[in-house]
Structure formats: structure tokens, C-alpha cells
């Protein structure tokens, strides 16, 4: 018996295929089908698909900070903490002044936040030669926990990717790099840089 796909909350969802069967191109980029058409919805000057592509990220970040709130849980941390255990894990070791201009905190909340993950075994941190400055790095305590959490999530990202080729897979990477871009332009507009 086939099931329907379901989105991250269990609900029945089609995917861009179905609703192409239909006559709907709102998903049709990741189809390489290039829908010129400029029917817009509102007064906003958006087509209907660039609104359903706009709900349908709102739909995965809403979802990815349900699944943020649900790791940190698991990790036994808050969502600050877990944030600066993935800046170290991308970034690599690294001194706690940098840690803070990366995560956009204050060198006080790192050092709370370094203290806890601290005693929480998911850091190291080690004297420089000079004394002065400490680098702070994840533990294999954490790296082991990482794996225990995230790599479920990944062979989920993976399954929900299965049946697409390589090129609709190309598409939706240059489209989610794209759309991280221009969030990452609205957080530095919105903070004034």
C-alpha cells in the first residue's frame, strides 16, 4: 500500500510531480520547467508561485526551529547553547571573542554559554602558548551525541530527497543557497550593517 508523503508534522502533502499533473507549476524550478507566466495574487506584484514558494519556506523554518527546540532538548541544553555548539562544529576550534562576533552574542552570554557546555562535557578548551588567549573546541563526547541526533535527521533530508535527479537536486541547492543569501542581506539590513 502506497502512503501519501508527509511534511515534518505528519500531514499528507503531494509533491511538486502531483501538483504538475495538475497544471500547477508552483513548484516547477525544482522541475527545471521555467514558468514565465506573471500571474500575481495580490498587490504585492508576487505570482501565486513565488507566494507558495515564500509559505512553503515559512512551513520549513517553522519547522526546522520545532526540530532545533527538539535537539537541544535531546542534548540536554537551550537553543543558544546548541547554536554555538554548531558555529564550533562548522567553524572549528576557535577563540571565545570569535565565537561571540560569529553567533552575534555578547562576550558574557559566550562565557555563560562556554561555562555550561562546558560542564555539560560537550567542550574543550586549552591555554594558548602565551597564556592568554583560550581556544575552545567540541569533545568526542559531543561529536558522539551529534551523530546520535543528527544523522537520523539526515537520512530523513536524504529520503525526502529520493526520486529527484541530479539536476532538480541542483536546482533546489542553488535555490535554498539563494534564498540563504538574501536572509542573510535582511539580518545585516535589519541590524543596520
Not at 554559554?113 to 569533545?139: K, Q, V
Request: charged residues 35%; glycine residues 8%.
Amino acid at each position: 500500500m502506497e502512503h501519501a508523503p508527509q511534511d515534518i508534522s505528519g500531514r499528507a502533502c503531494e509533491g511538486p510531480a502531483a501538483r504538475a499533473d495538475r497544471g500547477d507549476l508552483s513548484g516547477s524550478i525544482i522541475h527545471g520547467v521555467n514558468n514565465t507566466r506573471r500571474e500575481t495574487s495580490g498587490s504585492n506584484g508576487r505570482t501565486r508561485a513565488e507566494e507558495a514558494a515564500l509559505r512553503a519556506t515559512r512551513r520549513l523554518h517553522a519547522a526546522t526551529e520545532a526540530l532545533f527546540d527538539a535537539a537541544a532538548e535531546q542534548y540536554g541544553i537551550n537553543r543558544n547553547d546548541l547554536r554555538c555548539l554548531e558555529i564550533l562544529e562548522r567553524e572549528g576550534p576557535t577563540r571565545p571573542s570569535s565565537l561571540a562576533e560569529t553567533s552575534g552574542l555578547s562576550p558574557a552570554a559566550i562565557t555563560k554559554i562556554l561555562d555550561r557546555l562546558e560542564r555539560a562535557g560537550y567542550i574543550t578548551r586549552t591555554e594558548g602558548p602565551d597564556r592568554r588567549a583560550r581556544t575552545i573546541a567540541t569533545s568526542d563526547r559531543h561529536r558522539r551525541r551529534r551523530r546520535e541526533i543528527w544523522e537520523p535527521v539526515a537520512e530523513a533530508a536524504t529520503a525526502a530527497l529520493a526520486g529527484r535527479d541530479s539536476e532538480q537536486i541542483e536546482a533546489l541547492t542553488e535555490l535554498l543557497d539563494d534564498l540563504a543569501e538574501a536572509n542573510g542581506e535582511s539580518a545585516r539590513r535589519l541590524r543596520g550593517a
